[in-house]
Nanobody, 115 residues
Framework: QVQLVESGGGLVQAGGSLRLSCAAS????????MGWYRQAPGKQRELVAV???????NYADYVKGRFTLSRDNDKNMVYLEMNSLKPEETAVYYC?????????WGQGTQVTVSS
């Protein structure tokens, strides 16, 4: 069983930055995949960034060059550094993990980008 708790969301002006954190219970070293998704009002949840164990992060085209996903296995943490934020990126951001056959989601953290 894996529990994920996000934090770090908030209100930021367009062009600003935020750093999201995801605390995972248990050891994340054995988790195969960790990533971030987001869901804007009235829209489907979409991938932001994902990292497979032993691999480099993969980013959705719409965040490449602006967002950075990182993992700290010693601290059981996953981070999403977001720069040059745009108003259309206002959404609830979710941490996601896949461990074996199971997928886990956090409760989400709200990010609001004002124009």
């Amino acid at each position: 069983q894996v529990q994920l708790v996000e934090s770090g969301g908030g209100l930021v002006q367009a062009g600003g930055s935020l750093r999201l954190s995801c605390a995972a219970s248990g050891s994340i070293a054995s988790i195969n995949v960790m990533g971030w998704y987001r869901q804007a009002p009235g829209k489907q949840r979409e991938l932001v960034a994902v990292k497979y164990s032993g691999g480099r992060p993969n980013y959705a085209d719409y965040v490449k060059g602006r967002f950075t996903l990182s993992r700290d296995n010693d601290k059981n943490m996953v981070y999403l550094e977001m720069n040059s934020l745009k108003p259309e990126e206002t959404a609830v951001y979710y941490c996601h993990a896949i461990h074996g056959p199971n997928a886990y989601w956090g409760q989400g953290t709200q990010v609001t980008v004002s124009s």
